[in-house]
C-alpha cells in the first residue's frame, strides 16, 4: 500500500514537472489572457467606462462619435478588414448568432465593427458588411442587421483610444496584424459589462449578455474554459487546442482520484 502510495506520488510530480516543460516550450499566445503586460490579446477591463472622443467614419461617409452612437447594449468588434486571419471566422461567428437569436439588432441591441487599421477607408468595410449580410438565413434578420450590425474606420488616435479602454491588444507584423478574437459587450451607458471571446457564440450565451448588459451588470467570461483549451497560433493565425493542457489536466485528475481512492479506501479486516 505505502509503495503503491509513494509510486502515485512521484508519477503526479513527474507529469506535473514534464506538462510544465513542454507547456513552457509552445510558441502559442493565449488569445485573452489577463496580465497587464500582454503584448497580444485581450485584458478584460470590466465596470470601467469608454472614453469620450472616440471618432469614427460610418458607412455614410460622415464623422460620428461612438458615444453618441450607444443608446442600448453595445457589442463592439475590433477588427481589420483585409485580416487573411480570424477576423472572417469572427464576424462569420457573429452574423450566425444574430441569425439564431431572437433578439431585435437594432431594437434590443447593436454592433459596432470598427478597423483597427487606419489605412483602411469605409467602403471596403461596406463591401465586407454585404457580404456577412448574405450569410444570414433569415430575411427578417438581414434586413434588422443592416441598421443594427453597423460598419466603421477610424483615425489612428481613435482607434488607440478606444483599443487601449477595453482591453483589445494587438500587433501589427509586416502589412498585417496580430491580434485576438473577441467580442466586447457594453451597457447603454458606456460601461464594459461582459467580453465573448473566440470563434463560436451560444445563442444563450449572446442573450445573456445583452440582457445583463441592458440593466448595466457585468459578469465574468463564460468561456474561461474554452480559453484554457484553446490558444490562438500566431504563425497560423488561428485557435489551436491545447493538447497539452487538456490531456494534461485529464491525467492529473483521474491519477489524484485513484491517489485518494488507494488512500481512503477501507482496510480489509484480518480474520
Known amino acids: 500500500m505505502k509503495n503503491t502510495v509513494t509510486?502515485?506520488?512521484?508519477?503526479?510530480?513527474?507529469?506535473?514537472?514534464?506538462?510544465a516543460n513542454i507547456s513552457n516550450?509552445?510558441?502559442?499566445?493565449?488569445?485573452?489572457?489577463?496580465?497587464?503586460?500582454v503584448e497580444i490579446g485581450v485584458v478584460e477591463h470590466l465596470d470601467d467606462y469608454l472614453?469620450?472622443?472616440?471618432?469614427?467614419?460610418?458607412?455614410?461617409?460622415?464623422?460620428v462619435w461612438l458615444s453618441d452612437l450607444i443608446d442600448k447594449p453595445t457589442i463592439l468588434n475590433f477588427v481589420y478588414y483585409r485580416c487573411p486571419g480570424i477576423c472572417s471566422p469572427l464576424m462569420e461567428a457573429v452574423a450566425g448568432v444574430m441569425d439564431k437569436s431572437?433578439?431585435?439588432?437594432g431594437e434590443d441591441y447593436q454592433v459596432l465593427t470598427i478597423s483597427f487599421d487606419p489605412r483602411e477607408t469605409i467602403d471596403l468595410g461596406i463591401r465586407k458588411k454585404t457580404n456577412y449580410l448574405q450569410?444570414?438565413?433569415?430575411?427578417?434578420?438581414?434586413?434588422?442587421?443592416?441598421?443594427?450590425?453597423?460598419?466603421?474606420?477610424?483615425?489612428?488616435?481613435s482607434i488607440l483610444k478606444a483599443t487601449s479602454a477595453t482591453g483589445f491588444k494587438y500587433k501589427k507584423t509586416g502589412n498585417d496584424f496580430l491580434h485576438a478574437a473577441s467580442l466586447i459587450v457594453v451597457s447603454p451607458d458606456e460601461k464594459i459589462t461582459r467580453y465573448l471571446n473566440g470563434l463560436y457564440f451560444?445563442?444563450?450565451?449572446?442573450?445573456?449578455?445583452?440582457?445583463?448588459?441592458?440593466?448595466?451588470?457585468?459578469?465574468?467570461?463564460?468561456?474561461?474554459?474554452?480559453?484554457?483549451?484553446?490558444?490562438?497560433?500566431?504563425?497560423?493565425?488561428?485557435?489551436?487546442?491545447?493538447v497539452t493542457?487538456?490531456?494534461?489536466?485529464?491525467?492529473?485528475?483521474?491519477?489524484?482520484?485513484?491517489?485518494?481512492?488507494l488512500v481512503l479506501k477501507p482496510k480489509k479486516k484480518v480474520n
Open 7 to 19: 509510486y502515485i506520488t512521484t508519477f503526479l510530480a513527474g507529469t506535473f514537472l514534464l506538462l
Open 25 to 37: 516550450a509552445q510558441s502559442v499566445i493565449n488569445p485573452a489572457a489577463t496580465d497587464d503586460d
Open 51 to 63: 472614453p469620450d472622443s472616440i471618432s469614427l467614419i460610418n458607412e455614410a461617409g460622415d464623422q
Open 102 to 105: 431572437d433578439l431585435v439588432p
Open 135 to 157: 450569410l444570414m438565413n433569415n430575411p427578417e434578420k438581414v434586413e434588422e442587421a443592416k441598421t443594427g450590425w453597423l460598419f466603421f474606420v477610424s483615425d489612428s488616435a
Open 202 to 242: 451560444l445563442p444563450f450565451e449572446w442573450k445573456m449578455a445583452i440582457v445583463e448588459a441592458s440593466k448595466g451588470q457585468s459578469g465574468p467570461t463564460l468561456n474561461k474554459v474554452l480559453r484554457f483549451c484553446y490558444s490562438y497560433d500566431p504563425q497560423g493565425q488561428t485557435y489551436v487546442l491545447n
Open 245 to 261: 493542457k487538456v490531456s494534461g489536466t485529464i491525467i492529473m485528475f483521474f491519477a489524484l482520484v485513484l491517489l485518494l481512492f
